[in-house]
């Protein structure tokens, strides 16, 4: 998993590229405690990823509970088969996905 941050006015933006499953989950958690503390806005974007396992998804959750409502969690560039990950799994309705 390749990992790059990007930082803009609206808040932090964190670039995957690769599978973001069991053996990589670790590395896009420790990324967003990095980045965690005065984010205002956290956008993934997957256009470079193919494939989110129950490992990913439980990472984006923590993200989305640490920041609170208050702060919004993205998801862009997502593919089909993604995005329908998070359509089964209920997470488009706490992640904004598109």
């Known amino acids: 998993m390749n990992i790059e941050k990007k930082?803009?006015?609206?808040?932090?933006?964190?670039?995957?590229?690769?599978r973001f499953g069991n053996n990589t989950a670790s590395e896009v958690e420790a990324?967003?405690?990095e980045v965690l503390p005065n984010c205002k806005k956290l956008t993934f974007d997957f256009?470079?990823?193919?494939?989110?396992s129950s490992a990913?998804?439980?990472?984006?959750?923590m993200a989305k509970?640490?920041?609170g409502s208050g702060v919004v969690v993205d998801v862009c560039n997502a593919n089909d088969v993604v995005?329908?990950?998070f359509e089964i799994?209920?997470?488009?309705?706490i992640l904004q996905v598109h």
């Not at 930082?7 to 690769?18: A, K, M, P, Q, W």
């Not at 799994?89 to 309705?93: A, R, V």
Request: proline share 0%; hydrophobic share 45%; net charge positive.
């Open 31 to 33: 990324a967003v405690r």
């Open 7 to 18: 930082f803009d006015s609206e808040g932090v933006i964190l670039v995957l590229r690769g």
């Open 56 to 61: 990913g998804l439980r990472v984006l959750l």
């Open 89 to 93: 799994s209920g997470f488009s309705k």
């Open 65 to 67: 509970k640490s920041l």
């Open 47 to 52: 256009t470079d990823v193919d494939y989110i």
């Open 83 to 85: 995005k329908e990950i």
